[in-house]
């Protein structure tokens, strides 16, 4: 009986501690998917992200990029070099292929929507990188926060279509240009119905920063070595004395931003100095600094009676010793400070223009004087069909140098100099000019543009310019003219060039 007893007891135990053990087996009840979620507070493609009440949105495009008779940027050959001197050896044709990613987030808060933006660039430009190289830029890196922009953006001067022209590359002089955006910190106040006003402390440095030339001493002449490239060091000239950067440039905006339209009036003060009269750096022989100062109107129509998404851009801008809120286009692919171009038919008898865009001029033991710019420019773009579209813009922008400018930089040009030293560099007038170095530019473009599915665009532009100069004479070639011999001479004459681009993009 207790045999029995005990059989009994050991087996119930035995089926209590399997039965445990299968419990303890069976699987926990998972937690529930977390799926994202899709934002639909500020427009298509935003996410929330897992777990928090921020929005993303991640996107870019995929850009490639073919130039003919022009450099990076489907920019004229205007800046010396091979492709100004209409070299032989100049590239017939460039191309570069970019991807671009960017970053947004928006998170709604008791101040109003916190923003992060972030917009790179990854670029290869054949002739640069070679055969697998590449460099990355960084063009927007903002915060935005109760009314507040700190970073890189648009500059406030520029109205907020400024990077909405309807052309592939800014080749084009088209008023103010910052496509790589200008460190700022700025605030902005809304009033409702679409009236807002912002000001804002910008770096100027090196977009806004034209130069400052001391015509006593040395200054790089239409085909001198010497510039620094896009992104490199302060982007400008070789005898450029406005170094370091020293107060920053105090912009401010009116907008009005309507279904019809956006209307926009902009003004900027840029400071501007010089250096040393001479090497020695004694501090009671420089020029006191100035101020200059810029200010711009512009306008925008939608959906005009031509049809359905068609748009008109007019802008006009005026400069006093801030001339690059005028001369825009990226002309510092090359460095800043000149245009120059020769003519068909190089050597004697040839011909050239040259100018410079400076934000002043002055002499040893004089003050600086300003420089006057102005510009216009416009944009029409016509929908033929929701798949086709054509763009006609135009421009036309001049600077001017005064009495006493002029006298000084004609002086230094007509000096005798050496073959590499100088105001000119590789030449001279040699006395004959008696003309002035006020000088223009006209240009005027169309752009065509096919998307056949949606993100994806091919287009085409051509792009006429004139560049308009006042200087009389010849020009003796000494040394440093790609494809122009010693002793050749060329003749002052205003200058026709003609350039294209194609281009294929798909955006995501």
């Known amino acids: 009986m207790k045999m029995a007893k005990s ?42 992200i897992p777990g928090t009440d921020t929005c993303i949105r991640i996107g870019g495009a995929l850009r490639l990029d073919t130039s003919f008779n022009a450099g990076t940027y489907d920019v004229p050959f205007w800046q010396g070099g091979t492709g100004g001197a209409n070299s032989y050896n100049r590239n017939y044709f460039t191309t570069r292929e970019r991807l671009n990613l960017f970053l947004d987030t928006r998170t709604a808060t008791e101040y109003g929507v916190v923003r992060t933006y972030a917009n790179l660039q990854f670029d290869f430009l054949q002739g640069r990188e ?23 953006a648009v500059s406030q001067f ?63 002449g239409p085909f001198g070595a010497a510039t620094s490239a896009y992104g490199v060091a302060a982007n400008t000239f070789a005898g450029n004395v406005q170094t370091g950067d020293h107060v920053p440039d105090i912009v401010a905006n009116l907008r009005l931003d309507q279904a019809w339209g ?65 001369w825009g286009g990226t002309t510092d692919t090359a ?72 006298a000084a930089l004609l002086a230094a040009a007509n000096a005798p100099v050496s073959a590499t030293s100088g105001f000119l560099g590789a030449g001279s007038f040699n006395g004959t000019n008696t003309g002035n170095f006020n000088f223009a530019v006209a240009q005027v473009g169309t752009r065509t543009a096919w998307t ?16 308009i100069q006042n200087q009389n004479g010849t020009y003796t070639v000494n040394a440093g003219v790609p494809g122009v011999a010693p002793n050749s001479t060329l003749e002052m004459k205003n200058q026709n060039l003609f350039n294209g681009s194609v281009q294929i993009l798909r955006s995501f």
């Open 335 to 406: 460095g800043g400070g000149r245009y120059a171009r020769l003519g068909a038919g190089n050597g004697t008898a040839g011909s050239m223009a040259l100018g410079y865009v400076l934000d002043g001029v002055y002499t040893n033991g004089s003050s600086i004087d300003l420089s006057s710019a102005w510009e216009v420019s416009a944009y029409y773009e016509h929908y033929w069909t929701p798949a086709w579209r054509t763009s006609l813009f135009g421009s036309y922008t001049s600077i001017s140098y005064g009495t006493s400018g002029n």
């Open 262 to 326: 956006s209307l926009h009036f902009g003004a900027a003060a840029h400071e501007v100095h010089g250096t040393y009269y001479t090497s020695t750096n004694s501090d009671s022989g420089k020029p006191s600094s100035t101020w200059g100062y810029a200010v711009t109107g512009a306008f925008e129509l939608k959906n005009l009676p031509t049809g359905i998404g068609d748009s008109l851009k007019v802008e006009a801008s005026y400069a006093k010793g801030a001339a690059k809120y005028v």
């Open 158 to 220: 520029d109205p907020q279509w400024a990077l909405a022209k309807p052309w592939i590359a800014s080749g084009v002089n088209g008023g103010s240009n910052n496509a790589t955006g200008i460190p700022q910190l700025a605030y902005t106040a809304s009033f409702g119905n679409g009236v807002s006003a912002t000001i804002s402390l910008e770096d100027a440095q090196p977009y806004r920063s034209a130069g400052v030339v001391n015509a006593s001493a040395g200054f790089l």
């Open 7 to 48: 059989f009994m007891l050991g087996s119930a135990a035995a089926l209590v501690a399997l039965t445990g053990a299968q419990a303890a087996d069976l699987p926990v009840k998972a937690k529930a998917v977390e799926y994202v979620k899709v934002c639909s507070l500020y427009g298509a493609g935003f996410y929330y």
């Open 130 to 152: 070679s055969i697998a190289g590449g460099y990355m830029e960084n063009d927007f890196l903002f915060i935005q926060f109760a009314g507040f922009t700190f970073g890189k």
């Open 452 to 467: 056949p599915v949606q993100n994806l665009t091919l287009s085409a532009e051509f792009v006429y310019s004139r560049l």
